[in-house]
T-cell receptor, first 114, second 113 residues
Framework: KAGVTQTPRYLIKTRGQQVTLSCSPI?????VSWYQQTPGQGLQFLFE???????NKGNFPGRFSGRQFSNSRSEMNVSTLELGDSALYLC?????????????FGSGTQLSVL | SQQGEEDPQALSIQEGENATMNCSYK?????LQWYRQNSGRGLVHLIL?????REKHSGRLRVTLDTSKKSSSLLITASRAADTASYFC?????????????FGRGTQLTVWP
C-alpha cells in the first residue's frame, strides 16, 4: 500500500498570499488530520476530517481551513499568509473511526513565508 | 496546555547503550503513543499503550505507563546510529473529541557510532 502522500514538498510564498496543501491518505483510511509543526510551538493540531465532515478543530484563526473529498483526499488552505505561518504542515491518516490510534503521517509540506 | 512534556530535551549516547526518554502529561488519557521523526520528515508510529496497561514491548522498545503519576517512559535497548531521531509522546485525552492527539515537544536522540 502506498503511504500518505503530501504535495507539494516545499513551498515559498510571500505575506498576504494564500496557499493550498494537498494530502492523499492511505487507501481505505477515512480519517485525515492536519498538524502544524514549528520549533517554537511544536506539533499543533489544526483539524480532523472523517467522511467529508470536520469532526474536530484546533485553536487556529479562521484563515486556516480545510476540506475532505469523497475519495478521502484532503486539502488545507491558508489565506492571507503571515510570517508566523512558516512551518512544516503534516497530514496524517488513520483507519479507525472511533478512536485516535496509530496515525500514519506524510512527509509534510515545508512552507516558508517571506 | 494539555500537551505532554518529554524529558530530556536532548540525549546523546554511544551505540550499544540504552536510551530512556520520559513523558509527562496533565489529563486523563485513553492511550499514549510514541512516535519517531527523522529530521524534517513525517512522524512514524512506534508503539501504543492503553490507559489500563502498565508495560508494553515491541522489539528493542519498552514502554511503561504510570497513570497515577501521569507519566510514561520509552526505553530503546542496544541503540544504533540509525536510532538517531526525535521522539515524541502523544496522548489521546479522555473526553477529547476524536481525531486529536496532544504531542509533547520531543526528545532529540543522537546515537554516536
Amino acid at each position: 500500500k502506498a503511504g500518505v502522500t503530501q504535495t507539494p514538498r516545499y513551498l515559498i510564498k510571500t505575506r498576504g498570499q494564500q496557499v493550498t496543501l494537498s494530502c492523499s491518505p492511505i487507501s481505505g483510511h477515512r480519517s485525515v488530520s492536519w498538524y502544524q509543526q514549528t520549533p517554537g510551538q511544536g506539533l499543533q493540531f489544526l483539524f480532523e476530517y472523517f467522511s467529508e465532515t470536520q469532526r474536530n478543530k484546533g485553536n487556529f484563526p479562521g484563515r486556516f481551513s480545510g476540506r475532505q473529498f469523497s475519495n478521502s483526499r484532503s486539502e488545507m488552505n491558508v489565506s492571507t499568509l503571515e510570517l508566523g505561518d512558516s512551518a512544516l504542515y503534516l497530514c496524517a491518516s488513520s483507519l479507525r473511526a472511533d478512536s485516535t490510534e496509530k496515525l500514519f503521517f506524510g512527509s509534510g509540506t515545508q512552507l516558508s513565508v517571506l | 496546555s494539555q500537551q505532554g512534556e518529554e524529558d530530556p530535551q536532548a540525549l546523546s549516547i554511544q551505540e550499544g547503550e540504552n536510551a530512556t526518554m520520559n513523558c509527562s502529561y496533565k489529563t486523563s488519557i485513553n492511550n499514549l503513543q510514541w512516535y519517531r521523526q527523522n529530521s524534517g520528515r513525517g512522524l512514524v508510529h512506534l508503539i501504543l499503550i492503553r490507559s489500563n496497561e502498565r508495560e508494553k514491548h515491541s522489539g528493542r522498545l519498552r514502554v511503561t505507563l504510570d497513570t497515577s503519576k501521569k507519566s510514561s517512559s520509552l526505553l530503546i535497548t542496544a541503540s544504533r546510529a540509525a536510532d538517531t531521531a526525535s521522539y515524541f509522546c502523544a496522548t489521546e485525552n479522555r473526553g477529547s473529541t476524536l481525531g486529536r492527539l496532544y504531542f509533547g515537544r520531543g526528545t532529540q536522540l543522537t546515537v554516536w557510532p
